[in-house]
């Protein structure tokens, strides 16, 4: 029989091992519970997941969450079924006999929660087969997939509208950490939640550090920055093309990297392998493309490194979410280059969209230049776009080491001129490298073949370097004064900003990191400024989510508050072990079993009865009953050896 609970802080105390909730959890539990719809906008690493899985618990029947993470089900309902969750999913990866059982189970009620992809859903046997049984709410996780502007657009999610005239009196609850306020309210619009409570959470991360500089060397720029903060530690690098994702994997490897590609053209034994290696082993680099990452529950990944420009901001922001779902200290880095953003206009030029999605690709595009160029708080710049306002974080790059800023008019208005005299001869088109060559007055073959030694900018500009130069453009792109073209070869094109730019009517405040980077601080230095100048706690893997509670030695904050001695750093080490071995044992990854956060605060309490062990935070009934016996074991042996240790130096 089923664990009845009483109330939705029972079951998060003896199901999941916390003692409070945070945020706007219980709210969002308390709607479901009671019958309500809700949309919840939290970030990752949030705690999401416990909004829906406490009122399964709570409600007659059995909680159905759709899903496009096909691939990820299985560790989903490995990681609920380790809690106590009676969990299952239904998916074309299984044989059938395995749906028929877990068919049976739905049925009768032998299940908590039912995992479902929305293509499934929207088939009208699936339909019939739900309604022999009794369910108790429709989770809709990654509900921004239903955005048809969104980053992660997915068809079927369109048809789960059908969920409102199927069963009108089931509560809907939507997920995601991932919405501008457009996409907040087309998920409202298409999902037919319009009477739903609403709970928006702050989307800030900010134990995650945003680090991002201009392209220079971007592979020895990637390998210098994982050995610098990030070796033998779990990673994600993003990459936009499968031929550079395999090079780049290579490259690392070389470099004593323990990397992997994966993308789509890859045969499906061989990405399995690769997710499940990064799920189940320490250090693992995968370099990706999107098609790596959605739904990604592994808590310990310390970095998500993009050497190539995100689409939009969304796709970033859920990207690098992938890093520190744990709470512990994680980087977000990225490498870009104006190659970046000429590539990614002529994409979206060349592709299949209507104008109007096109034009929606392009404000995506903007807004990701204006991120990368910010001289402000990177993670000021990133909620303002989800229409959140913070202070000045003191935790990305351009916080720690403000940008110092120069008086660019003068230089802007010199590459304005050059581009409008240019313009003139539109039977030609000219890209940033020749505009640089002009204005430093560097003889090439083109600018002979043009006669631009003729023109009255050239070599005007001979005092800044190429590289300032190409740093000049990109900055006036994301100021808007600049613009490419959208004929198909990107040219540049002066806007009505840039206009008023060249009339002198304003005034071109630009960074000068990038002349900090070329050697050459000062030498053009006209009127300087700066920049303005915590741990969050994690979504604990699939299941987990709460706030943690306290311990002996620390309460509050995340697990890395817990300071380890040398001693107790060993038996740290020695409880992964043998968590690691737990892990093979059943198939599932490590931090399935336990994350590290529990195993720092075992480490440092050092239980030695089933009552300490239960008062670790993250520490259910379930996970006590599997594994409490055999913590206490590896804790007492561990004391015994530190015992024996501390008699022979007496």
Known sequence: MPVVFHSPEEALRQVFGYHEFRGHQREVIETVVAGGDAVVLMPTGGGKSLCYQIPALLRPGVAVVISPLIALMQDQVDAARQVGIRAGFLNST?????????????????????????????????????????????AIDEAHCVSQWGHDFRPDYLGLSILTQGWPEVPRIALTATATEATHQEITERLGLGSAKHFVSSFDRPNITYRIEPKDSVTKQLIGFIRGSHQGQAGIVYALSRASTEKTAAALREAGIDACAYHAGLDPTTRRQTQARFLAEDG????????????????DVRFVAHIDLPRSIEGYYQETGRAGRDGEPATAWMAYGLNDVVQQRRMIAESLGSPEHKRQLTSHLDAMLALCETPDCRRQNMLAYFGQSSAACGNCDTCSNPPPRWDGTEAAQKLLSTVVRLDRERHQHFGAGHLTDILRGTTTERTRQWNHQALSTWGI???????????????LLARGDLALSDDGHSTLVVTESGWQVMRGQREVPLREDVLRRAGRLGAIGRSRGSAGGSRGSGESGGVDGGSRGPDRKRRGGSSSDVELSAGETSL??????????????????????????????IASVQPTSAAEVAAITGVGAAKL??????????????????????????
Request: charged share 20%; no cysteine; aromatic share 10%.
């Open 461 to 475: 500009g001979a005092d800044l370097s190429q590289l300032q130069w190409r740093g000049v453009v990109r900055q």
């Open 572 to 601: 740290f080490e020695a409880l992964r072990q043998w968590r690691l071995a737990q892990a093979r044992s059943r198939s599932v990854p490590p931090y399935v079993v336990f994350h590290d956060s529990t195993l720092r605060q």
């Open 94 to 138: 299984q044989t059938g006999p395995e749906r028929d059982e877990v068919e049976r189970a739905y049925v009768s009620g032998d299940l908590d929660l039912l995992y479902i992809a929305p293509e499934r859903l929207t088939m009208a046997n699936t339909q019939s087969f739900l309604r022999s049984g009794q369910v108790a709410l429709f």
């Open 625 to 650: 009953e599997a594994y409490g016996a055999e913590v206490i074991d590896v804790v007492t042996q561990w004391l015994g050896g530190v015992g024996a240790q501390n008699e022979a130096g007496d």
């Open 284 to 299: 693992v680099v995968v370099v990706a493309t999107i098609a790596f990452g959605m739904g990604i529950d592994k808590p």
